[in-house]
């Protein structure tokens, strides 16, 4: 039996990266000095989303196929009811802070559904709930939403839609559209008062830019990955 499990690598380093990101800002509170017992709460809360993730493709599988999509519906309940039960400890305190993303739930699935997967929208929209790990992680740590941390990790890591469109698209119009995201990035940086420094490594996506030589998909995909280490070391120095 073929277990639908996600294989987009770069989709899981996003995830892992996000909830590491949160762990270093959570942690950088000290909530064990409240007594705060989080530990447990945060494990389950990781595991929940990582079997959520992963109801992605075979509701996907579900929306395209024409014929029988029994096997399909099964494993998408197996993984987002698992996935729900294992966030309940989460949900318990959460749900009330976080209701206001199932939007991006919601507006992603209608995507899928409109056969849209690989538009520019559709692309940042899964950017958006693989890096929306962060607030909820950083919620089971410290009890407290932090839109400031979801925007600093959502505006990083979406960079990387725009590096990968560049290099399989190679055009004009894609370039400028990186670069105008870049500036925007800092501008929000800030004007939401989040230390621009956490940015350093988006000075690869100017580079690249300027010096367009040819590479493999697979090496962009390191590159992104160790800007993404390098974006967690910033965090746990610079992180307010």
């Not at 990582?50 to 494993?75: C, D, T, V």
Request: charged content about 15%.
């Amino acid at each position: 039996m073929k277990i639908p499990v996600v294989k987009e690598w770069g989709s899981w380093a996003v995830f892992i990266s996000s909830v590491v990101a949160a762990l270093v800002a959570g942690l950088l509170t000290r909530p064990w000095e409240t007594g705060r017992d989080f530990a447990n709460v945060t494990a389950l809360t990781v595991l929940g989303l990582a079997f959520l993730i992963n109801s992605k493709n075979p509701l996907a599988l579900a929306l395209r196929a024409r014929g029988k999509k029994k096997e399909h519906l099964l494993w998408f309940l197996f993984f987002s009811v698992s996935g729900l039960a294992l966030l309940m400890p989460f949900l318990l305190d959460g749900v009330g802070s976080f209701a206001i993303f199932s939007i991006l739930v919601l507006s992603y699935a209608i995507l899928l559904y409109r056969g849209k997967e690989h538009s520019l929208f559709t692309e940042f929209n899964g950017f958006a709930l693989l890096t929306l790990a962060a607030p909820v992680v950083h919620f089971t740590v410290t009890g407290a939403l932090s839109l400031k941390l979801y925007a600093a990790v959502l505006l990083f890591f979406g960079s990387g839609v725009f590096k990968v469109r560049v290099r399989t698209r190679k055009t004009l119009k894609s370039r400028w559209m990186m670069a105008l995201y870049c500036a925007v990035a800092v501008i929000l940086y800030v004007q939401m008062n989040i230390p621009i420094v956490l940015l350093l490594p988006l000075i690869e996506n100017v580079v690249s830019l300027i010096f367009m030589r040819e590479e493999k998909l697979r090496m962009t995909g390191y590159t992104e990955l160790i800007k993404g280490i390098v974006f967690i070391i910033l965090i746990g120095f610079f992180w307010q």
